[in-house]
């Protein structure tokens, strides 16, 4: 687990702790002969700090985005050059404090523990200071090199706060960087900030945090910290040890035990025995260093009313009511806005949070619908490709290949950059502006039956229109398995492409019947995604992880369109490297089973698959013909109608069909329901209907969902698994419907 | 009292917190400590309960605010 650069790490840090500031820690540093190479660097901050915006800020598209190993966590990775120099960052997942209680925290721990580490970058949110620096206060006593930034400056300084920035660097005993992340062109004092950590390798003085945790516990404090190496353990302090054994932290109680003597450890726990409350306290500790590392340090306009009422307060009360009124003299109820009353306490918040999110979907569209254009041309262009290559003597499968499958994922791609881009932009700005964690809020309680949380409605609402769109929507949640979980469930939503075929047979078989199909499918469409919760959610969301809301609301800011645009270009982009491959495949399969060289359908290798595999599709309710749309469907839902069109009042070949589906080139015959009642039955239409709704929604999806999630294992489950129910409901519907028609 | 039953507009201190440590550790690292001060910013039924603490806004689950106990602060 320790490794040669951790050694490096913690004798850097250890000359940086005794030396408490500056020159030691340096000279550590220096005589560490670190070679000139890449230096490495982490971001660390709570959710909410602006911790993407500053990620995609310094590494613009220079990213990689995957998960950490062996763990369902997003990771990102990304390089930047900055005077002659190269950095490679690590973005550590967004958490609360550094507590290994959720699978986020435990990546940045153990990250953490690897040390070889330049610098940490701690964000902390200026406008809610005091509580976002609780994450550094956490963070502290591990010994790295590290630089405080304090983010969000523009929105403190909106609240009217004024930070003294270098007052707190002087306490700290680091580089402290005010800055406004979602602004590239200010990044100079950071950069600078950066470079000076890396040089100086100062680490955090962490003796006052100590002194506050030594007068909280008491004896005990003592007792703990004299059984720990004095050197602590690798980059992990000896305060910081004691901290995390008075927590309970089980992973750090481990560690120890590995590093200390039988007679330590026995001490250890008799000395731990006696503490009680300790996560509480130490917390209060923490806090409690937070608030005489920031006193006097934040001034607020208009003071005056604050800091009479926390003076009555500090009277009345003892020893944090008295650090309230270092720090927090605007402790006067700053009240709900008059907008955030409505949108989070009336009657009105919910009708108005699922109006945003319908709003922000349509909205989506007006940068989507000319990308989505660019996509339809792409296609457009294959087909006249094919068309003058086969004018030109062309064996004619290199032009059906062309357009059926190289252009056709070109035309597929770019149509879901569209949607990613649009709904990233537009629910970007929601979420910076602070409204999305109002969704979050007000739906909590609704979504939290499901294991998720609020903002899981969004994707939901949005799958209505776009599988894709809800795919990309589910960024917004920050926690893996709830994303994964969101989107799984999300899939049996049935898409506006959904609603283009299922009426049009629903009326043709059933007339009067019609809307009765609808409801049916309302039912499955809910009963799928309670059967999906049961059979997924205590996978992804661990019962343990499901604890119940707590979050804080951001205050509420303009956002900065510039950022969000950078944000959701970054996004397009990876989106439509990763996406391409998984449509190709798609593609190119059902292409390959589809294409025929005669022109008629019986050439295909899926008609020959078709009629040959048929009494068994039939068991599932499906003739060659509908088994064929339904696999055609695969590729993309809108060709549906046109693959039956042409096997059931001929013309255009599956192949065809599929390939001009975008464009409109194959035209659907008028009366294709009634063409189609006469020549197959009512159950197996119904069959087809279920089958076709519930199937795995497209390949876009597909490959929106495994650039979302970045679990290839994943995105193959929840494929395997639609298509699996889907043939199932097939099965099942052709066989109880037989029974009454 | 718990603070599901604070009234809003209502300045509470936090007496103690009860629940798991994952619980505990939430609340904690989000600045909800024993001793705090809170203004009790909404408190609806069926939504979470609002707070301001350490100058931020914070929801927290209904369920989880009968396990907080609060008192009156001045």
């Given at each position: 687990?320790?490794?040669?650069?951790?050694?490096?790490?913690?004798?850097?840090?250890?000359?940086?702790?005794?030396?408490?500031?500056?020159?030691?820690?340096?000279?550590?540093?220096?005589?560490a002969?670190?070679?000139?190479?890449?230096?490495?660097?982490?971001?660390?901050?709570?959710?909410?700090?602006?911790?993407?915006?500053?990620?995609?800020?310094?590494?613009?598209?220079?990213?990689?985005?995957?998960?950490?190993?062996?763990?369902?966590?997003?990771?990102?990775?990304?390089t930047?050059?900055?005077?002659?120099?190269?950095?490679?960052?690590?973005?550590?997942?967004?958490?609360?404090?550094?507590?290994?209680?959720s699978?986020?925290?435990?990546?940045?721990?153990?990250?953490?523990?690897?040390?070889?580490?330049?610098?940490?970058?701690?964000?902390?949110?200026?406008?809610?200071?005091?509580?976002?620096?609780?994450?550094?206060?956490?963070?502290?006593?591990i010994?790295?090199?590290?630089?405080?930034?304090?983010?969000?400056?523009?929105?403190?300084?909106?609240?009217?706060?004024?930070?003294?920035?270098?007052?707190?660097?002087?306490?700290?005993?680091?580089?402290?960087?005010?800055?406004?992340?979602?602004?590239?062109?200010?990044?100079?004092?950071?950069?600078?900030?950066?470079?000076?950590?890396?040089d100086?390798?100062?680490?955090?003085?962490?003796?006052?945090?100590?002194?506050?945790?030594?007068?909280?516990?008491?004896?005990?404090?003592?007792?703990?910290?004299?059984?720990?190496?004095?050197?602590?353990?690798?980059?992990?302090?000896?305060?910081?040890?004691?901290?995390?054994?008075?927590?309970?932290?089980?992973?750090?109680?481990?560690?120890?035990q590995?590093?200390?003597?039988?007679?330590?450890?026995?001490?250890?726990?008799?000395a731990?025995?006696?503490?009680?409350?300790?996560?509480?306290?130490?917390?209060?500790?923490?806090?409690?260093?937070?608030?005489?590392?920031?006193?006097?340090?934040?001034?607020?306009?208009?003071?005056?009313?604050?800091?009479?009422?926390?003076?009555?307060?500090?009277?009345?009360?003892?020893?944090?009511?008295?650090?309230?009124?270092?720090?927090?003299?605007?402790?006067?109820?700053?009240?709900?806005?008059?907008?955030?009353?409505?949108?989070?306490?009336?009657?009105?918040s919910?009708?108005?949070?699922?109006?945003?999110?319908?709003?922000?979907?349509?909205?989506?569209?007006?940068?989507?619908?000319?990308?989505?254009?660019?996509?339809?041309?792409?296609?457009?262009?294959?087909?006249?490709?094919?068309?003058?290559?086969?004018?030109?003597?062309?064996?004619?499968?290199?032009?059906?290949?062309?357009?059926?499958?190289?252009?056709?994922?070109?035309?597929?791609?770019?149509m879901?950059?569209?949607?990613?881009?649009?709904?990233?932009?537009?629910?970007?700005?929601?979420?910076?502006s602070?409204?999305?964690?109002?969704?979050?809020?007000?739906?909590?309680?609704?979504?939290?039956?499901?294991?998720?949380?609020?903002k899981?409605?969004?994707?939901?609402?949005?799958?209505?229109?776009?599988?894709?769109?809800?795919?990309?929507?589910?960024?917004?949640i920050?926690?893996?398995?709830?994303?994964?979980?969101?989107?799984?469930?999300?899939?049996?939503?049935?898409?506006?492409?959904?609603?283009?075929?299922?009426?049009?047979?629903?009326?043709?078989?059933?007339?009067?019947?019609?809307?009765?199909?609808?409801?049916?499918?309302?039912c499955?469409?809910?009963?799928?995604?309670?059967?999906?919760?049961?059979?997924?959610?205590?996978?992804?969301?661990?019962?343990?992880?499901?604890?119940?809301?707590?979050?804080?609301?951001?205050?509420?800011?303009?956002?900065?369109?510039?950022?969000?645009?950078?944000?959701?270009?970054?996004?397009?982009?990876?989106?439509?490297?990763?996406?391409?491959?998984?449509?190709?495949?798609?593609?190119?399969?059902i292409?390959?089973?589809?294409?025929?060289?005669?022109?008629?359908?019986?050439?295909?290798?899926?008609?020959?698959?078709?009629?040959?595999?048929?009494?068994?599709?039939?068991?599932?309710?499906?003739?060659?013909?509908?088994?064929?749309?339904?696999?055609?469907?695969?590729?993309?839902?809108?060709s549906?109608?046109?693959?039956?069109?042409?096997?059931?009042?001929?013309?255009?070949?599956?192949?065809?069909?599929?390939?001009?589906?975008?464009?409109?080139?194959?035209?659907?015959?008028?009366?294709?329901?009634?063409?189609?009642?006469q020549?197959?039955s009512?159950?197996?239409?119904?069959?087809?209907?279920?089958?076709?709704?519930?199937?795995?929604?497209?390949?876009?999806?597909?490959?929106?969902?495994?650039?979302?999630?970045?679990?290839?294992?994943?995105?193959?489950?929840?494929?395997?698994?639609?298509?699996?129910?889907?043939?199932?409901?097939?099965?099942?519907?052709?066989?109880?419907?037989?029974?009454?028609? | 009292?718990?603070?599901?039953?604070?009234?809003?507009?209502?300045?509470?201190?936090?007496?103690?917190?009860?629940?798991?440590?994952?619980?505990?550790?939430?609340?904690?690292?989000?600045?909800?400590?024993?001793?705090?001060?809170?203004?009790?910013?909404?408190?609806?039924?069926k939504?979470?309960?609002?707070?301001?603490?350490?100058?931020?806004?914070?929801?927290?689950?209904?369920?989880?605010?009968?396990?907080?106990?609060?008192?009156?602060?001045?």
């Amino acid at each position: 687990m320790s490794c040669d650069q951790c050694d490096g790490c913690a004798a850097g840090a250890g000359a940086g702790g005794s030396a408490a500031s500056g020159a030691g820690a340096a000279a550590g540093g220096a005589s560490a002969a670190r070679a000139p190479g890449t230096r490495r660097i982490a971001l660390l901050g709570q959710p909410n700090s602006g911790k993407s915006t500053l990620f995609n800020g310094l590494t613009g598209a220079r990213q990689h985005v995957g998960n950490w190993p062996g763990k369902t966590v997003e990771r990102k990775t990304g390089t930047f050059q900055h005077g002659g120099r190269a950095y490679e960052m690590v973005d550590l997942p967004g958490s609360y404090a550094l507590s290994a209680m959720s699978p986020e925290e435990e990546v940045t721990r153990g990250f953490l523990a690897q040390g070889g580490l330049d610098a940490v970058l701690v964000l902390a949110d200026a406008s809610q200071l005091e509580r976002s620096l609780y994450m550094l206060a956490d963070f502290a006593g591990i010994s790295c090199p590290a630089v405080l930034v304090l983010n969000l400056m523009d929105v403190a300084e909106g609240q009217g706060k004024r930070i003294d920035a270098a007052a707190i660097e002087r306490r700290l005993g680091v580089p402290v960087v005010p800055l406004v992340a979602a602004d590239r062109t200010r990044y100079d004092a950071l950069y600078q900030a950066l470079e000076r950590a890396c040089d100086e390798r100062a680490v955090i003085d962490p003796a006052a945090l100590e002194r506050a945790m030594a007068q909280r516990f008491g004896s005990t404090w003592d007792a703990v910290a004299a059984q720990l190496p004095e050197e602590g353990i690798g980059p992990h302090s000896r305060f910081w040890l004691a901290a995390k054994l008075i927590e309970g932290d089980g992973p750090a109680r481990e560690l120890v035990q590995q590093h200390v003597d039988a007679a330590a450890n026995a001490a250890l726990d008799k000395a731990l025995r006696g503490v009680k409350d300790d996560i509480q306290n130490a917390g209060a500790a923490r806090f409690a260093w937070v608030e005489q590392l920031i006193a006097g340090a934040v001034e607020r306009e208009g003071e005056a009313a604050g800091g009479r009422e926390a003076n009555a307060a500090s009277a009345a009360g003892g020893r944090e009511a008295a650090s309230t009124a270092s720090t927090g003299r605007a402790k006067a109820a700053s009240p709900l806005s008059r907008f955030d009353r409505l949108a989070t306490g009336s009657r009105l918040s919910k009708p108005l949070a699922v109006g945003m999110i319908l709003l922000g979907f349509v909205l989506a569209f007006v940068p989507a619908i000319p990308i989505m254009m660019v996509g339809g041309m792409i296609s457009s262009l294959g087909q006249e490709a094919a068309f003058a290559l086969s004018g030109a003597d062309i064996p004619d499968v290199v032009g059906s290949f062309l357009s059926g499958v190289v252009c056709n994922s070109l035309c597929f791609g770019t149509m879901m950059v569209g949607y990613v881009f649009g709904i990233n932009l537009v629910f970007g700005l929601y979420e910076e502006s602070g409204y999305m964690a109002r969704i979050s809020y007000v739906f909590d309680h609704a979504m939290s039956r499901f294991g998720l949380q609020g903002k899981s409605l969004m994707p939901f609402l949005m799958c209505f229109g776009c599988t894709m769109g809800g795919v990309s929507g589910s960024r917004v949640i920050d926690s893996w398995g709830q994303r994964m979980l969101t989107v799984m469930m999300a899939w049996a939503i049935p898409c506006g492409s959904t609603w283009g075929v299922v009426p049009v047979l629903a009326v043709a078989f059933f007339g009067m019947g019609a809307p009765l199909v609808i409801v049916g499918i309302f039912c499955v469409c809910i009963l799928l995604m309670w059967a999906v919760g049961r059979l997924f959610g205590p996978r992804l969301v661990k019962e343990g992880e499901r604890a119940g809301l707590v979050m804080e609301l951001p205050p509420y800011h303009r956002p900065r369109l510039g950022n969000v645009l950078h944000g959701a270009a970054l996004k397009s982009r990876q989106m439509f490297v990763r996406a391409i491959r998984v449509v190709a495949i798609f593609a190119f399969a059902i292409w390959a089973l589809t294409y025929t060289s005669t022109g008629s359908v019986e050439g295909s290798a899926l008609y020959a698959l078709g009629t040959a595999i048929e009494p068994i599709t039939q068991f599932f309710g499906m003739g060659w013909q509908t088994f064929t749309a339904w696999l055609c469907a695969l590729v993309l839902k809108e060709s549906a109608l046109g693959v039956l069109s042409g096997l059931f009042a001929g013309g255009a070949t599956p192949n065809a069909a599929v390939v001009t589906a975008v464009t409109g080139g194959v035209a659907v015959a008028g009366n294709i329901g009634e063409i189609m009642a006469q020549a197959i039955s009512a159950p197996e239409a119904l069959a087809f209907i279920f089958a076709f709704t519930f199937n795995m929604p497209c390949a876009a999806s597909v490959s929106a969902t495994w650039g979302e999630v970045h679990s290839t294992k994943w995105t193959v489950i929840t494929a395997a698994f639609y298509i699996a129910s889907s043939l199932i409901l097939g099965c099942i519907v052709f066989h109880v419907a037989s029974l009454f028609f | 009292m718990k603070l599901s039953d604070a009234p809003e507009g209502a300045r509470v201190r936090i007496a103690a917190t009860a629940g798991t440590a994952r619980f505990l550790g939430r609340v904690t690292a989000i600045g909800l400590t024993p001793g705090c001060v809170l203004d009790v910013l909404q408190n609806k039924r069926k939504r979470p309960v609002l707070v301001r603490c350490r100058d931020s806004a914070i929801a927290i689950d209904r369920g989880d605010c009968e396990s907080i106990r609060v008192e009156e602060a001045l």
